[in-house]
């Protein structure tokens, strides 16, 4: 009897279900021949929840998230619910769903392919080999900091960090460096800000449990700086709230494709498995969305949340082969294409390659 795990699905609006099937595709070929067994539970989010319950974050996926090893989701949102009041919107319920799992790292990987190096804006030099991991702190800072007020002549936020906050992303950080070249930089504003001196005087303290990393500082007008300039410099990058939400969206566009790029949302207990993009209402319903983000996502969760390394990495060869054969949805069909494919058939390629 192999590995059970349970995992939660949510396929969302839009291209969601076309692009969270193909990552099922995927994952079935492969727990056939990797020695677990995987069991879907589906469950309601966004726009099709509130078709269906009238509410965008429904009771029934709150308790059963709770209950998952880990949660695959694709996307939610659409015109059709934009002009619902703010709090019965697709989007509130995404933010409800993170609040209620207490995600508080986003891991944001920024990759790459040799295969697409001209597709990115910057010079195939400069990004060619590029592999970064943002760690983004989530639920802490200014984002969430009291007191904050809007007043007629005036405004302010306030961007707090506890010790417990920094402690907990710093580890999150390090562990995962430790799976990879073992760098971690920790992007700041210690010359200006208490709060960032604070920052990196925890993480300095963090670090002597890991002797192995090395640990670098940055401030954050030079990181975003070097991030165009020479990103290869980085492996790791360690950042608050507001620093990483800049930061992971510059660093996404070094791959040059919305469609290409996984995330994870990660905390103490299940964690969620997402591309980054949206439900791209545009492109809905034609079976042309490219679904390696989410199959990308799904080796996220392997390897994060159920420690099957040894499976993610077949995913990520799987997507690395189909990509250097030439075969491109047609977000992708500009670069070095060989055959333009569908969602549907990129699924069957990847589970074809990761089944041997
Ligand atoms: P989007 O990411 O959905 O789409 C932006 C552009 O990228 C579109 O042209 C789309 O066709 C394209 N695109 C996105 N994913 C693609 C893929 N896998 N393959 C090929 N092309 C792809 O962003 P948007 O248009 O600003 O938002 C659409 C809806 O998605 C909105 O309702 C928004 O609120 C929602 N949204 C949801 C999430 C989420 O669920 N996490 C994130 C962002 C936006």
Redesign the pocket.
Known sequence: MGRNYRIGVIK?????SE?VDEAIKVLDALSANMGFNLEYCEMLL??SAIDETGVPLPEETINGVKRCDAVL???????K??NLERHL???SG?LGLRKEMGTFANLRPAIVYDELVNASTLKPSVIKGVDIMVVRELTGGIYFGEPRELLKDRAYNTMVYSKSEVERIARVAFDIAMKRTKRVCSVDKANVLEVSQFWRDTVIEVSKDYPEVELTHMYVDNASMQLIREPKQFDVILTGNIFGDILSDAASMLSG????LPSASIGEGVGLY???????????GQG???????ISSASMMLKYALGEDEASKKIDNAIKKSLAMGYR???LSAYDAKEICS?SEIGDIIANFVSK
């Open positions: 969302g609006d839009g291209i969601g692009i966004g726009g989701f694709g996307a939610i949102g659409g015109p619910w934009d919107r697709p989007e995404l494709s919305i469609g290409l997402e591309p980054i993009h949206g439900s791209a209402p545009d492109i809905a042309i969305a490219n679904p390696l983000a989410t949805t047609a977000d969602s």
